[in-house]
Nanobody, 119 residues
Protein backbone atom coordinates (compact mmCIF):
# COMPACT_ATOMS: atom_id res chain seq x y z
CA UNK A 1 0.00 0.00 0.00
CA UNK A 2 1.22 3.48 -0.81
CA UNK A 3 1.25 6.35 1.72
CA UNK A 4 1.24 10.04 0.86
CA UNK A 5 2.29 12.98 3.03
CA UNK A 6 1.82 16.53 1.78
CA UNK A 7 3.38 19.78 2.88
CA UNK A 8 3.93 23.32 1.69
CA UNK A 9 0.56 25.00 1.99
CA UNK A 10 0.02 28.34 3.67
CA UNK A 11 -1.34 31.86 3.51
CA UNK A 12 -0.01 34.07 0.73
CA UNK A 13 -1.01 37.21 -1.09
CA UNK A 14 -2.32 37.29 -4.63
CA UNK A 15 0.33 36.79 -7.35
CA UNK A 16 2.62 34.95 -4.93
CA UNK A 17 4.01 31.45 -5.45
CA UNK A 18 4.00 28.26 -3.40
CA UNK A 19 5.45 24.81 -3.88
CA UNK A 20 3.56 21.85 -2.50
CA UNK A 21 5.31 18.55 -1.87
CA UNK A 22 3.95 15.02 -1.62
CA UNK A 23 6.29 12.35 -0.29
CA UNK A 24 5.38 8.86 -1.43
CA UNK A 25 6.25 5.72 0.49
CA UNK A 26 5.25 2.09 0.32
CA UNK A 27 4.90 0.18 -2.91
CA UNK A 28 6.88 0.87 -6.04
CA UNK A 29 5.65 4.27 -7.07
CA UNK A 30 6.66 3.80 -10.70
CA UNK A 31 3.44 1.80 -11.05
CA UNK A 32 1.33 4.83 -10.20
CA UNK A 33 0.12 8.04 -11.65
CA UNK A 34 0.21 10.93 -9.20
CA UNK A 35 -2.23 13.79 -9.08
CA UNK A 36 -3.31 16.87 -7.18
CA UNK A 37 -6.94 17.52 -6.39
CA UNK A 38 -8.71 20.60 -5.07
CA UNK A 39 -11.65 20.57 -2.74
CA UNK A 40 -13.56 23.76 -2.09
CA UNK A 41 -16.02 23.86 0.84
CA UNK A 42 -19.18 21.96 0.04
CA UNK A 43 -17.85 20.59 -3.24
CA UNK A 44 -16.35 17.32 -4.43
CA UNK A 45 -12.65 16.94 -5.04
CA UNK A 46 -11.59 17.83 -8.55
CA UNK A 47 -8.48 16.70 -10.39
CA UNK A 48 -6.30 19.65 -11.28
CA UNK A 49 -3.12 18.06 -12.59
CA UNK A 50 -1.53 14.63 -12.88
CA UNK A 51 1.73 12.99 -13.92
CA UNK A 52 2.53 9.47 -15.01
CA UNK A 53 5.43 8.48 -12.81
CA UNK A 54 7.31 6.31 -15.29
CA UNK A 55 6.64 8.21 -18.53
CA UNK A 56 6.47 11.71 -17.08
CA UNK A 57 3.48 12.67 -19.21
CA UNK A 58 1.27 15.31 -17.61
CA UNK A 59 -2.31 16.56 -17.56
CA UNK A 60 -3.54 20.02 -16.51
CA UNK A 61 -7.01 21.37 -16.06
CA UNK A 62 -7.52 24.29 -18.43
CA UNK A 63 -7.88 26.85 -15.63
CA UNK A 64 -4.38 26.20 -14.27
CA UNK A 65 -2.38 25.81 -17.46
CA UNK A 66 0.56 28.17 -17.47
CA UNK A 67 0.37 28.80 -13.69
CA UNK A 68 0.69 25.36 -12.07
CA UNK A 69 3.44 22.84 -12.78
CA UNK A 70 3.56 19.24 -11.62
CA UNK A 71 6.88 17.42 -11.41
CA UNK A 72 8.48 14.47 -9.70
CA UNK A 73 11.82 13.57 -8.17
CA UNK A 74 12.42 9.86 -8.49
CA UNK A 75 15.32 9.85 -6.07
CA UNK A 76 13.26 11.49 -3.34
CA UNK A 77 9.99 9.68 -4.10
CA UNK A 78 8.35 13.08 -4.14
CA UNK A 79 5.90 14.82 -6.42
CA UNK A 80 5.69 18.60 -6.44
CA UNK A 81 3.10 21.14 -7.41
CA UNK A 82 4.48 24.59 -8.20
CA UNK A 83 1.80 27.25 -7.89
CA UNK A 84 2.57 30.58 -9.54
CA UNK A 85 0.58 33.79 -9.89
CA UNK A 86 -1.87 32.62 -7.25
CA UNK A 87 -5.35 34.10 -7.24
CA UNK A 88 -7.87 34.27 -4.39
CA UNK A 89 -9.93 31.75 -6.38
CA UNK A 90 -7.11 29.21 -5.89
CA UNK A 91 -7.91 29.07 -2.16
CA UNK A 92 -8.66 25.42 -1.43
CA UNK A 93 -7.45 22.31 0.30
CA UNK A 94 -5.01 20.58 -2.04
CA UNK A 95 -4.83 16.79 -1.91
CA UNK A 96 -2.17 14.53 -3.34
CA UNK A 97 -3.44 11.22 -4.73
CA UNK A 98 -2.11 8.07 -6.37
CA UNK A 99 -3.80 5.67 -8.73
CA UNK A 100 -2.90 2.58 -10.75
CA UNK A 101 -6.02 2.80 -12.88
CA UNK A 102 -8.44 5.72 -13.04
CA UNK A 103 -8.87 8.95 -11.09
CA UNK A 104 -12.46 8.12 -10.28
CA UNK A 105 -11.17 5.88 -7.48
CA UNK A 106 -7.58 6.64 -6.40
CA UNK A 107 -5.64 4.04 -4.45
CA UNK A 108 -4.41 6.51 -1.86
CA UNK A 109 -4.92 10.08 -0.62
CA UNK A 110 -2.78 12.44 1.33
CA UNK A 111 -4.16 14.32 4.32
CA UNK A 112 -4.51 17.59 2.40
CA UNK A 113 -2.78 20.93 2.75
CA UNK A 114 -4.55 24.28 2.92
CA UNK A 115 -3.67 27.02 0.46
CA UNK A 116 -5.18 30.43 1.20
CA UNK A 117 -4.65 33.37 -1.15
CA UNK A 118 -5.58 36.84 0.06
CA UNK A 119 -6.43 39.68 -2.28
Amino acid sequence: QVQLVESGGGLVQAWASLRLSCVVSGRTISHYAMGWFLQAPGKERELVTAINWSRGSTYYRESVKGRFTISRDNAKNTVYLQLNNLEPEDTDVYYCAATRSTWSSPDAWGQGTQVTVSS
